[in-house]
Nanobody, 119 residues
C-alpha cells in the first residue's frame, strides 16, 4: 500500500508563485508515473503534469511554460512549481501515482490541496 502526502498550496495573487510537493510512502516497486491533477469549481478533474521513470514530462496546454514538474533522485517525491498563476488555476490539486508491475497497475491519490488565485 502506498500513501501520498501532499504539502504546499494556499492563497496567492494573480502573477504569483506556489510550489506543491508530494511524498510517496510505502512499498514502491516496479515502474511508476507520478502526476498532478486538478479539479476546479464545477469542473472535471484534469491532468496538469506528469513525469515518468525515464524523466519524460508531460504538461497540459493550459500550464505549459508556467508549471514545472520535478522529482527527487529516489523518485518518491514529486514537486510542481507554479509561476505566473492565473485565477483559472484555482482548484484542488491532487497528487497521483500509478505503479506498474506488468500486467497489473495500481493507482493512488493524495488527499488534495487547495490552490486559490485571486485576481
Amino acid at each position: 500500500q502506498v500513501q501520498l502526502v501532499e504539502s504546499g498550496g494556499g492563497l496567492v495573487q494573480a502573477g504569483g508563485s506556489l510550489r506543491l510537493s508530494c511524498q510517496a510512502r510505502g512499498n514502491i516497486s516496479g515502474s511508476h508515473v507520478m502526476a498532478w491533477y486538478r479539479q476546479g469549481p464545477g469542473k472535471e478533474r484534469e491532468l496538469v503534469a506528469s513525469i515518468r521513470d525515464n524523466g519524460n514530462e508531460h504538461y497540459a496546454d493550459s500550464v505549459k511554460g508556467r508549471f514545472t514538474i520535478s522529482r527527487d533522485n529516489a523518485k518518491t517525491t514529486v514537486n510542481l512549481q507554479m509561476v505566473n498563476l492565473k485565477p483559472e488555476d484555482t482548484a484542488v490539486y491532487y497528487c497521483n501515482m500509478v505503479i506498474i508491475n506488468w500486467p497489473q497497475a495500481e493507482q493512488y491519490w493524495g488527499q488534495g490541496t487547495q490552490v486559490t488565485v485571486s485576481s
